[in-house]
């Protein structure tokens, strides 16, 4: 563990993921302990579908959006990874051309590192 610090070793942290099978909504929450991540939910009807401990980094896809007019915009992807390579695998996967009602353009997408301390 190259870069874990004594706080790190004695609380690790994790990606907690919770699910609402009514709304279909995903849920995903860095803590330490599974009810300080409840504790942070809108909603505490959630499920819990997953706990990820943090290796060596959060990871997130930041897609771009291009217009062939000029315009765009960027968003974050609501997934949260500790292993860079799922991340960037879902970022070449989600890269793609468009051509709507007029509209061209295309989506790029690159991996960004979540500050979690």
Known sequence: MA???SNTLAHPKFIWRFHSPRTNQRITIIASTEAEARSRLSNPAYL???R???TEGVYQV???LHLSGGEG???LLPDLFA??????HLASAAAFNFSFLGHT????CEV???CHA
Not at 83 to 88: P, R, T, V
Not at 105 to 108: A, D, E, S
């Open 73 to 75: 915009c960027s968003f």
């Open 62 to 64: 930041l897609a771009h």
């Open 3 to 5: 870069n874990a610090n």
């Open 112 to 114: 960004v590192e979540v």
């Open 52 to 54: 990820i401990r943090i």
């Open 105 to 108: 353009g295309k989506v790029t």
């Open 83 to 88: 292993d860079h390579q799922q991340a960037e």
């Open 48 to 50: 819990f579908s997953a």
